[in-house]
């Protein structure tokens, strides 16, 4: 279903506070915390940091992809397997931060112009199906809030490891 114009301004507005609440919650691990895991297949405050990185370079190709192109193909992707295969412990942070805010940055003022015609365009994801930029926009919008309140759990585990 459609999204009117109210609510897609709510969700730019959540997309644009993304980075700030990333930050803020990452600024609460204490730094014995940042590269703890929670439990096996679970990723540390660190690493969710990182993901969060890859993730948005991704999301706003992905986004450009659908309102350029003709016919866009989305590649899917195992994040799991990037934090594997890219030892996400060995990436630096800050640079992983900036990049989060770099390309939020940039994609909320190209959010803020778009036209209905614009908001109506789609591609195909590999692993879902029809993808239009409204899809594209609810998965975002949410995407680093998700992160931020895993962050706080991983904090809450940890201190709760340390009883």
Excluded at 61 to 68: D, F, G, N, Y
Excluded at 112 to 129: P, Y
Aim: overall charge negative; some cysteine; aromatic content about 8%.
């Amino acid at each position: 279903m459609a999204l009117s114009v109210a609510e897609r301004g709510e969700l730019i507005e959540r997309y644009a506070a993304g980075p700030d609440q990333l930050r803020a919650a990452f600024a609460r691990v204490p730094e014995e915390a940042r590269q703890w895991r929670p439990g096996p297949g679970k990723w540390s405050a660190h690493e969710i940091v990182v993901h969060c990185a890859d993730s948005e370079e991704n999301s706003a190709l992905r986004i450009r992809l659908v309102l350029a192109e003709k016919d866009p193909v989305i590649l899917g992707y195992d994040q799991d397997e990037w934090a594997r295969a890219l030892d996400y412990h060995s990436c630096p942070l800050e640079p992983a931060m900036a990049a989060v805010e770099a390309a939020r940055g940039r994609t909320v003022p190209l959010l803020r112009r778009l036209s209905e015609a614009d908001w109506a365009k789609k591609g195909r994801h590999t692993e879902s199906g029809p993808y239009t930029a409204e899809d594209w926009l609810r998965i975002y919008a949410a995407h680093l809030e998700g992160h931020a309140a895993q962050i706080g759990r991983n904090i809450d585990a940890w201190s709760s490891s340390r009883r």
